[in-house]
């Protein structure tokens, strides 16, 4: 079945404790992205990818790192966690970026940051 | 600044009314405009996109949205709403402008359709 799979679907965690959340897609999409989705705001792109080895900022990227290293994979690692990147996080994927594909999102992951 | 505004944060209608959701953006370039939806519960999906042609793009479940460019608008539309499209609706745009090929979403519209 196609599609795209994050893990964990949910996390507590504390203040300045690394961690990563994975995203993961089988169906060989170039592009991914994050997002991070919140009550009034909706939601708002932390980074994308292109490819393989091209990451770029979204319009939130303080705070979060990615890496690109599979075409399937694209982690997205909080460094040192503060209680405002509190949120639930989709990771997306489309066959191109900058065209009219249809991205595919996985299920989510609500992370609590105390 | 590249930017995408739904007007409408809460809309609550009856079964058998007329929907339409606003979409304002700004954005430089040729754009790609998109409509998603989040029902309950469920994984964001897409419900239509406009990206050239006909500027009226029907999507799933008897939604449609008009493209019109003057405006800079991409109004959702239904004629007559369901139960069960009580959701979520986002509304995005993306481009290739300066090399970047970023999402903007709207901050969405949540609809309860009364039975």
């Known amino acids: 079945e196609a599609q795209v799979t994050q893990n964990p679907r949910y996390l507590i965690t504390v203040t300045g404790k690394k961690l990563t959340v994975t995203c993961s897609q089988n169906?060989?999409?170039?592009?991914m992205s994050w997002y991070r989705q919140d009550p009034g705001l909706g939601l708002r792109q932390i980074y994308y990818?292109?490819?393989?080895?091209?990451?770029d900022k979204g319009d939130v990227p303080e705070g979060y790192k990615v890496s690109r290293k599979e075409k399937r994979n694209f982690p997205l690692i909080l460094e040192s966690p503060s209680p405002n990147q509190t949120s639930l996080y989709f990771c997306?994927?489309?066959?191109?970026?900058?065209?009219?594909?249809?991205?595919?999102f996985g299920p989510g992951t609500r992370l609590t940051v105390l | 600044a590249q930017s995408v505004s739904q007007h409408n944060h809460h809309v609550i209608l009856s079964e058998a009314a007329s929907l339409e959701l606003g979409c304002n953006y700004s954005?430089?370039?040729?754009?790609?405009l998109f409509w998603y939806v989040q029902y309950p519960g469920q994984h964001l999906q897409l419900l239509l996109k406009?990206?050239?042609?006909?500027?009226l793009v029907k999507g799933i479940k008897g939604f449609e949205a008009e493209f019109i460019k003057s405006k800079f608008s991409f109004n959702l539309r239904k004629p007559s709403v369901q139960w069960s499209d009580t959701a979520e609706y986002f509304c995005?745009?993306?481009?290739?402008?300066?090399?970047?090929?970023?999402?903007?979403f709207g901050t969405g519209t949540r609809l309860k359709v009364l039975a």
């Open positions: 990818s292109m490819n393989v080895e091209v990451t």
């Open positions: 997306a994927s489309s066959p191109r970026g900058g065209a009219p594909d249809t991205q595919y």
């Open positions: 954005y430089g370039g040729t754009v790609n």
């Open positions: 169906m060989n999409h170039e592009y």
């Open positions: 406009y990206f050239s042609g006909d500027p």
């Open positions: 995005a745009v993306n481009g290739a402008t300066s090399g970047t090929y970023k999402y903007i």
